[in-house]
C-alpha cells in the first residue's frame, strides 16, 4: 500500500515541476507543437499519479485490502507513466519523432491499469 502511495506523490511532485519547467524555462525554447506534447505528458503523469493514490488507499484493509488486481493496477499505471509520459517528455526535448511509436504501448499500460482497478473492485463486491 504504501508503495503506490508514495509512487503517486512523488510522480505528482515531479508532473508539478516539470509543468513549471515547460511553463517557464521551455516556453521560448521549443515550438509551440512540442510545448503541447510536453503539457501532454505533464497532465496524463498528473492524472495518473492521483490514481497511483488512490490504488494505494484502496489497498488499504478498511477499503478492498491488498490484492493480486490491485497491486497489477498500480503497476501498469506507473510503468503507463513512465513509457508515455517519458517518451513524450524525450521527444518534445529531442525531436526524435520515431519516440511517438513507444507512447502508445504506455497508453495500453494506463487502460490496463484502469481495467485491472475495475476487476478489483467487481472481486471485492462478489
Do not use: C
Not at 21 to 46: C, N, P
Not at 52 to 71: E, H, N, Q, R
Not at 87 to 109: F, H, Q
Request: glycine letters at 12%; aromatic letters at 12%; a neutral charge.
Amino acid at each position: 500500500m504504501p508503495f503506490f502511495i508514495i509512487a503517486g506523490a512523488i510522480n505528482a511532485a515531479i508532473a508539478v515541476a516539470f509543468g513549471a519547467f515547460g511553463a517557464h524555462a521551455l516556453k521560448d525554447r521549443l515550438s509551440e507543437h512540442y510545448l503541447a506534447i510536453w503539457e501532454t505528458a505533464v497532465q496524463y503523469q498528473m492524472f495518473h499519479a492521483v490514481g497511483l493514490i488512490t490504488v494505494g488507499i484502496l489497498m488499504s484493509s478498511a477499503l478492498l485490502g491488498p490484492s493480486a488486481a490491485l497491486s497489477w493496477s498500480g503497476y501498469l499505471l506507473l510503468a503507463g507513466v513512465i513509457i508515455f509520459s517519458g517518451s513524450l517528455y524525450v521527444l518534445s526535448l529531442s525531436g526524435i519523432g520515431i519516440l511517438g511509436a513507444i507512447t502508445p504501448i504506455g497508453g495500453v499500460a494506463f487502460i490496463a491499469g484502469w481495467i485491472m482497478l475495475i476487476v478489483a473492485v467487481v472481486k471485492h463486491g462478489n
